[in-house]
């Protein structure tokens, strides 16, 4: 500032500027920081036990039986934020998905980190594919996985090909890992798929 | 490229002409432009000081919020996810935002002061750390009001700290905040090392010098070796984060110990970086206040220096929970136990200069005082630490929680506000009111107490550190409360000390010079003191050159230069006139480099391309910074052909 | 001035059986020899602490209050006499020299009860495989006969007067294993095997926490060590080994087969049945422990639906995810789980 400017007006335009700045900052510090939200209380949907899924295959983990009736809640899915989708990472590991898609390379099952998706990459459609089960092999995990888990599990799956923000994708393994680490993938655009189903 | 028409010399004393022009050569520059482009020694001191007492109170504030969690059992204040940031910031702040700075800050400012010459070795670099410092601070603030604050403890053990379970970047604003802190440490190290060795006043030599400037002279020079180990750590935790590298990854090939080993090679140590200056600060204040030199004077510089020497060889007890080899932990238990004798050969040599003193009893002696209840106390619950059987119970309780707040609080946080107490007049040339720093020594003294002691009693009972709630039936609801209660009862005298220092600027009684009567060079300039410091630069041919000098010993230089700023380099050992040193003019390139190389670190939170790209700003402030000027270098030229 | 005597003092009223009820996490009411040295050092250890705190408050007082006062403008005493500093020099060397004694008194009762705590006799051990996990600990018994090692989760039951070996291992991030009447700790580091040896000597229940900060649960990742006598625990393990035998009553029956069909299969295992999922406690005899939820909760069949209901409300972060069971849904859970003994 120099003294060009009368005191008085030096005063008021520092005033104003230092409030507009505390406005801006109070903005931003408001909107917070998507990829650090963690939720820890997903409000689950009550269910109607005895009502029947709609499954597309027979195959189902573990014994067959009245499984729980979920909906797809509409705004649960969250691919922005690093905690959800570090929660899918670890399900992924829990609940077996290597067993047949390996790392992500595919095995019995597809490929999960390459361009294609058989029955759409969106993430309604990845949704629908664990929870529905899908042709010649993919068991319906309704009633197995709590549909905030499957969501968790969307997220981190389209992150194995690139798909979501790259901040909030898993950086490497513990352990001895084989592909480089998700957020350091380069991202695989979907191509179209043959089959149009489900998406 | 012409030579001044007429060189005016210093050495003629106050209110001459030489004086006059000394005082313009030296002078504030003004404006925005100018407080952002001084580099007087002063001005940055202040500024450590006042922004480290800042972080200083929002950690404490954080404080208030942990103790408020754990009042009652299954207490729902905070969540885990809050308390975990809440902690890790709390300590984070404490030792590299406050803790560290602080003490930096006050040697700044004291240390060109007592040994008796005009500016810092590097005035520049310091002032570019201080905005460095600042500008990392804010951001690990930033990420924490954006829910990112770092959550991993502040000694970020990996992997939970690593890249599968640091999940979010929260991590990554801790890692690089030590960049950003250390870089500032060592930046200011490196100064003060220089300044005590090279350019002390002609007669001060290293047996007279002052306790202080050796305490920070050892600091120094352990920030030097300590500080790049964390850099280390945490850089390479961050390219185990962002590029997936191995380093700390047992499955493939790493090591998670080697973290710990990498942080508390530097963590022991910089425990050391905080607690000798509150050595130094209390063998400043204790010769002044009981009227005679330091008793032991040559012993106590001796211990400062073994200190020194033995903090690096204790990292391990901090591991000894771990599975490293079992004969190796006793080494360090013996190395920890040995530490504790420099520390005693101090006390007892305070304890002797009391005893055969006179004593003066004011707020910065009560202060003090108070270390000889809550250091030792606190110290001696470090020997038990360090005994590994003993620490095999304790270690990681709240026990260790006891500990390390009655050390350094103690050890370091007493002393500072005797310190502050004892050198605010030096600094604004005002008296704080003395009957308010005693109710503030007595209610901080007594809620100190009342806040940690319980906590000896809890972690021997088997609370863990770091949690955010705990059971009724655990037993622990008692104490916890009354270690609440003690909280704010600090908090109080925290805010009290505050107020006091605002009355004193506002309506503190004038200072005058020396009000304490002491005998360090720093109490023989004017208060505050001008930018120059000294009208002359004094000889000194004692310990206490304001107490007592040799007869027909020379009292002053004179013939620097009072047209430009010149200073005196000395020898190392006994500080005899060496070379004429020209300082640098103010500049706002320092405060443009630290921006600079903000923007790069800020920027390699988020993008590893930011690490690379990022460096394009600090190599254009740097270059701009040392490009050289051609009217400064003709001066110095014309000086050194005619001097 | 300064309360010196009383710090000592408190810190022994305090520790002592009549004011803490709670003695089931003391680690100065050992109940086992690991737990018993520690303690012999660390009283001998405060002692020693104590007398030197006194002491050196007591110089102290002594200084300030034979020196005489003085003002800022006190002309200072710039060379005391040498005799006086020679005598003062003296007192100094004398009390280092007592510290210096003293530090090694401390130093080889260190050593010796290192010592003693690495001389356990080991024979005729138990050995149990502990794994930490964010935020529960999973349990191995082991046995030379492969068909008699058993799993458990976050209790740990051992007898009275055999040694316990315990092999540490970490699934994810860096726990510590610690019992305070029992012994002291060790750290569960991910890609290293630690060991731990510890002996109870007296019946009881002994709770444990992790001591190494991991995470958003670490606030409440219990372990129980129960020392029984050893023909309880030959009969506890007996069970322990046996599977999950097939419920009888009906809604128990229901309850079954809801968890076989449900999420909970997905990560917990019950032995004898199909569900052997291991990311989880295993399950096959929850119902004969003392508290679930690592030790947040006693374990009743009101906390075990509470539990299973919102789990998040109770350990919010914890892994295990709510559950939409409907209210006969979830008795019928719960009261199979209550079979599991």
């Known amino acids: 500032m120099s003294s060009r400017f009368p005191s008085r007006a030096r005063h008021r335009l520092r005033a104003h500027g230092a409030a507009w700045l505390c406005v801006a900052l109070a903005l931003v510090f408001a909107a917070g920081c998507e990829r650090e939200t963690r939720r820890f209380d997903p409000k689950p949907v009550p269910s109607d036990l005895r009502t029947q899924p709609q499954s597309l295959p027979d195959l189902q983990p573990g014994q067959p039986g009245p499984g729980m009736r979920e909906t797809a809640s509409a705004g649960r899915y969250d691919e922005k934020s690093a905690y959800e989708v570090a929660q899918g990472k670890m399900l992924f590991r829990w609940y077996n998905c290597s067993g047949c898609h390996a790392q992500g390379g595919g095995n019995m099952g597809p490929a999960l980190m390459d361009t294609t998706w058989i029955y759409g990459s969106d993430p309604d459609s990845v949704f629908s594919t664990i929870m529905d089960g899908r042709p010649r092999g993919m068991p319906s995990f309704r009633g197995r996985i709590p549909e905030a888990q499957v969501w968790e599990l969307v997220a981190y799956v389209r992150s194995m090909s690139g798909l979501i923000p790259n901040e909030a994708a898993p950086n490497r393994d513990e352990g001895l890992g084989g592909a480089p680490p998700e957020s350091m993938r380069k991202p695989q655009p979907p191509k179209d798929s043959d089959a149009k189903v489900g998406g | 490229m012409s030579a001044p028409r007429e060189t005016l010399r ?59 969690q754990l009042v009652v059992p299954d207490n729902h204040f905070v969540g885990p996810d809050l308390y975990n940031q809440l902690f890790t910031m709390h300590g984070t702040t ?190 400043s204040i204790i010769p002044t206040f009981a009227r005679r030199p330091m008793f032991g ?92 059987p003993i620490d095999l119970q304790v270690h990681d309780s709240y026990f260790v929680v006891a500990h390390l707040h009655y050390v350094l609080i103690g050890g370091a946080v007493f002393p500072l506000f005797g310190a502050f107490y004892y050198w605010f007049p030096k600094i604004t040339g005002r008296m704080m009111d003395e009957r308010i720093a005693k109710w503030t020594f007595w209610i901080m003294f007594i809620g100190f107490n009342v806040t940690f002691f319980p906590m000896h009693i809890l972690g021997l009972h088997g609370m863990p550190r770091r949690i955010y709630t705990y059971a009724a039936q655990s037993g622990w609801g008692t104490l916890n409360l009354v270690a609440t209660v003690g909280a704010f009862i600090m908090g109080w005298s925290v805010l009290l000390f505050v107020a006091n220092v605002l009355a004193g600027l506002w309506r503190g009684k004038p200072a005058g010079e020396n009000p304490w009567g002491a005998g360090t060079l720093e109490w023989s300039v004017a208060s505050p003191p001008p930018p120059y410091n000294f009208v002359r630069i004094p000889v000194v041919s004692s310990r206490e050159p304001l107490w007592s000098r040799e007869e027909g010993a020379p009292t002053h230089v004179s013939g620097l230069s009072a047209q430009t700023r010149e200073g005196l380099v000395t020898t190392v050992i006994d500080a005899l006139p060496d070379v004429r040193y020209g300082y640098p003019q103010p500049t706002i390139w320092p405060f443009f480099a630290a921006l600079a190389v903000s923007l790069w670190l800020d920027w390699s939170i988020f993008s590893t391309q930011g690490f690379v790209w990022g460096l394009i700003p600090p190599a254009i402030a740097f270059i701009g910074w040392f490009w050289p000027r051609e009217k400064a270098t003709a001066e110095a030229l014309a000086l050194e052909k005619a001097p | 001035m300064k309360a010196h005597a009383i710090a000592p003092a408190l810190l022994a009223a305090l520790a002592s059986p009549v004011a803490w009820p709670q003695a089931a996490h003391d680690a100065l009411q050992p109940a086992g020899p690991q737990a018993a040295h520690i303690a012999s050092l660390w009283w001998l250890a405060v002692a020693i602490c104590a007398v030197v705190f006194v002491a050196i408050l007591a110089a102290l007082a002594w200084a300030l209050w034979r020196a005489p006062r003085a003002q800022a403008s006190t002309p200072p005493e710039i060379s005391p006499p040498p005799a006086a500093e020679r005598r003062h020099a003296r007192g100094v060397a004398i009390a280092l020299g007592v510290c210096i004694v003293l530090l090694v008194v401390i130093l080889v009762g260190s050593i010796s009860t290192d010592r003693a705590l690495a001389s356990l006799p080991l024979q005729d051990a138990v050995h149990i495989d502990l794994t930490g996990h964010q935020w529960w600990w999973e349990a191995t018994y082991d046995d030379p006969q492969p068909d008699r090692i058993f799993h458990t989760a976050n209790e740990l039951h051992v007898p009275v007067g055999r040694p316990v070996i315990v092999t540490l291992h970490s699934d994810d991030v860096i726990h510590s294993f610690w019992v305070p009447s029992l012994d002291g700790k060790k750290d569960l580091i991910p890609g290293r095997t630690a060991q731990i040896e510890f002996r109870a000597d007296r019946p009881g229940d002994y709770r444990g926490q992790c001591a190494e900060y991991c995470g958003l649960q670490h606030a409440f990742m219990a372990l129980d060590v129960i020392a029984m006598p050893p023909g309880e625990y030959a009969a506890w393990a007996e069970a322990q080994r046996r599977p999950a035998a097939d419920p009888a009553d009906p809604q128990a029956r229901r309850g079954r087969d809801l968890f076989l069909s449900g999420t909970c299969m997905m990560c917990h295992a019950i032995l004898g049945t199909t569900a052997s999922a291991r990311s989880a406690p295993d399950l096959t005899h929850v119902a004969s422990r003392a508290r679930i939820a690592a030790g947040r909760l006693a374990n009743t069949p009101e906390n075990l639906a509470a539990w299973i209901h919102d789990p998040q409300a109770i350990k919010p972060g914890a892994n295990m995810p709510a559950n939409l069971l409907a209210p006969d849904d979830l008795h019928a859970v719960v009261a199979y789980l209550e079979t599991l003994r």
């Open chain 2, 94 to 283: 404490m030792m590299f935002l406050f803790a560290v700075p602080m003490m930096q800050g006050m040697s700044l400012y004291f240390v060109p002061l007592m040994v008796g010459t005009r500016n810092t070795a590097f005035p520049r670099m310091s002032a570019s750390a201080y905005w460095i410092y600042l500008v990392g601070g804010l951001t690990l603030y930033a990420g924490f009001l954006c829910n990112t604050g770092a959550d991993a403890g502040w000694f970020a053990y990996v992997p939970l700290a690593g890249p599968q379970y640091g999940i979010g970047k929260r991590s990554d604003f801790w890692n690089v905040l030590v960049n950003f802190s250390e870089a500032m440490g060592l930046m200011v190290a490196v100064d003060l090392a220089t300044v005590i060795l090279k350019m002390r006043a002609p007669g001060m030599s290293l047996r007279r010098m002052p306790i202080f400037a050796w305490a920070t002279l050892v600091t120094s020079i352990m920030i030097i070796f300590a500080m790049p180990t964390v850099m280390l750590g945490a850089n390479l935790v961050q390219l185990d984060r962002m590029l997936g590298t191995h380093f700390f990854n047992p499955g493939a090939g790493g090591d998670v110990i080697l973290w710990q080993h990498l942080f508390w090679f530097f963590g022991h140590p910089e425990v050391y970086f905080i607690f000798i200056p509150g050595l130094a600060f209390i063998s």
């Open chain 2, 297 to 388: 004077h040559d012993a106590v510089v001796l211990s400062l220096i073994s200190t020194g020497f033995l903090s690096f060889g204790l990292w391990v007890h901090h591991m000894f929970a771990t599975n490293v080899p079992d004969v190796g932990k006793s080494f360090f238990t013996a190395m920890s136990l040995m530490i504790a004798i420099p520390t005693a050969v101090q006390i007892f040599c305070w304890i002797a200069t009391l005893a055969t003193g006179r004593i003066q009893w004011r707020p910065p002696l009560l202060y003090v005082l108070a270390f000889f209840f809550i250091l030792v106390l606190g110290g001696l619950s470090g020997l038990l630490l360090g005994s590994v």
């Open chain 2, 10 to 68: 210093d050495g003629d004393g106050p209110g001459s002409r030489a004086a006059e022009t000394l005082a313009m050569t030296w002078r504030t520059p003004k404006g925005i432009v100018g407080w952002l482009s001084n580099i007087d020694h002063k001005s940055t001191g202040k500024r450590f000081i006042v922004t480290a007492f800042a972080f200083f109170l929002a950690a404490a504030f954080l404080a208030a919020l942990m103790r408020t």
